[in-house]
């Protein structure tokens, strides 16, 4: 069992930048696959970015995301990062971090979620 928290959610104007956070306790990232979703009010949980293979370091992004999100990593304070640059007021939601065992298919631990809303 692995218990996530997010943080580094806020209010930011179009065009800027935040950071999201999420740290982990229980297990290190490592016996785990980590992702990044999203939720808009009145639409589904999306995936945002996500690591492929946690020792490998390969990564995916959602095609509204990519170039503009970068997921990482810190080990040493076993947290994932989710740097958010030129945010779009369709940026809007609830940002979570979920985690899965690498041998199953569905992410099965969940953080509390941050807000993020991106003013026009």
């Known amino acids: 069992q692995v218990q996530l928290v997010e943080s580094g959610g806020g209010l930011v104007q179009a065009g800027g930048s935040l950071r999201l956070s999420c740290a982990a306790s229980?297990?290190?990232?490592?016996?785990?696959?980590i992702g990044w979703f999203r939720q808009a009010p009145g639409k589904e949980r999306e995936s945002v970015a996500g690591f492929i293979d946690w020792s490998g370091g390969s990564t995916y992004y959602a095609d509204s995301v990519r170039g503009r999100f970068t997921i990482s990593r810190d080990n040493a304070k076993n947290t994932v990062y989710l740097q958010m640059n030129s945010l779009k007021p369709e940026d809007t939601a609830v940002y979570y971090c979920a985690a899965r065992r690498p041998t199953r298919s569905e992410y099965a631990y969940w953080g509390q979620g941050t807000q993020v809303t991106v003013s026009s």
């Open positions: 229980g297990h290190t990232f490592s016996d785990y696959t």
